[in-house]
């Protein structure tokens, strides 16, 4: 399982899970790799003659980010400001001080929808450990009220941050994978690279067109098909696709499954009525921490927030199995149910 669920088909033959060693539609100018990094595969397809180089480079830039970022391992920026909650001001490199500052940006934005504070119920949860388990109600209740987006403090003007309150965790894990696509596409242009794409366990952005300039086709994962179904395609270039669904990670426990998107507000796994939503902008950071806020916010309220931003569009996919998405791919989207399961509701 993965955090993502939006799938890459690089040519008319759709190739999943084996698309950097088995596709070979395009020519031998192009370079793919694939490396474990941020708790993911992260697949790179570079057309560049210095292209082995430059996704060494890239590797390497999101092993950095992955350092200071992560609450997962020990040491890291991120992990000091947790220790220090209630306490004190921690110093911060540009770089988490960047990416706390937009995890907060779409927390208001999201009403709270997204909440860079909510590590603590991460945590008790642990979804994305080897002992997942359901909290008991006390507990949550008990855990929310370490979770509120408007305690992190953060001053750019001496580079630091604190938490308001001791037992707050900042998890930018809804975000930062995000930063890292986007500061590999500076890494590629850096290099002069016109043509290229990376997915950051789904977190998909790409540079310019194919080759020969016509955009890459993304597929839209079928939230509730086996691996490599899809429910629909959307053509895209120079743009970020990044994806949440609730049987990305989950567990069971009596006959009940419980997925890893919280709903900050209430403590529990997000019930909203979606089971997939994709976000199509720009920026990735801006896509991945909107992914997140949508699914907790639900269709109605979701697609609000997505009208209101510009630049910025959506799929969503509903528990009924209906699809929605905004004007702006209205004529780029391309209904393709393999399961004959889902409905494209094309006016609302």
Not at 58 to 64: L, Q, Y
């Amino acid at each position: 399982m993965t955090k993502k669920f939006a799938v890459i088909i690089l040519s008319i033959v759709l190739c999943i899970g084996v698309l950097f060693t088995s596709c070979s539609y395009y020519s031998s100018n192009s370079y793919e790799t694939q490396e474990f990094l941020m708790g993911t595969v992260v697949l790179q397809r570079i057309y560049h003659k210095n292209a082995e180089m430059i996704a060494k480079e890239v590797n390497g830039r999101i092993a950095e980010i992955e350092s200071v970022m992560t609450i997962n391992k020990p040491g890291g920026e991120v992990n000091l400001l947790n220790d220090a909650a209630g306490e004190e001001y921690v110093n911060l490199g540009k770089d988490t001080l960047y990416v706390l500052e937009k995890a907060r940006q779409y927390s208001e934005i999201s009403n709270g929808a997204f909440d860079l504070t909510i590590g603590p119920l991460v945590e008790s949860w642990g979804v994305f450990s080897n002992n997942p388990k359901v909290p008991s109600e006390s507990e949550i209740d008990e855990l929310l009220k370490l979770v509120n987006y408007k305690d992190i403090n953060i001053d750019l003007e001496n580079s630091t941050a604190m938490l308001a309150k001791k037992g707050q965790i900042v998890d930018l894990g809804g975000i930062a994978k995000g930063f890292a696509a986007d500061e590999v596409i500076e890494i590629y242009k850096k290099h002069g690279v016109e043509s290229a794409m990376i997915s950051l366990g789904g977190n998909i952005l790409t540079l310019g067109g194919k080759p020969d300039g016509s955009p890459w086709t993304i597929g839209i994962r079928n939230p509730r098909g086996k691996d490599g179904s899809y429910i629909g395609i959307i053509s895209v270039k120079d743009k970020a696709v990044v994806s949440s669904g609730d049987y990305e990670r989950f567990f069971e426990k009596d006959g009940v499954r419980y997925h890893h998107i919280l709903d900050p507000k209430t403590g529990y796994p997000a019930d909203t009525g979606l089971i997939g939503t994709t976000i199509v902008s720009d920026i990735s950071i801006d896509a991945d921490a909107l992914s997140t806020a949508t699914f907790v916010l639900g269709l109605e309220e979701g697609m609000k927030l997505i009208e209101s931003l510009e630049g910025i569009e959506a799929v969503f996919v509903t528990e009924d199995k209906k699809i929605y998405v905004t004007d702006g791919l209205k004529e780029t989207f391309i209904f393709r149910d393999e399961s004959k399961e889902f409905e494209y509701v094309e006016k609302r």
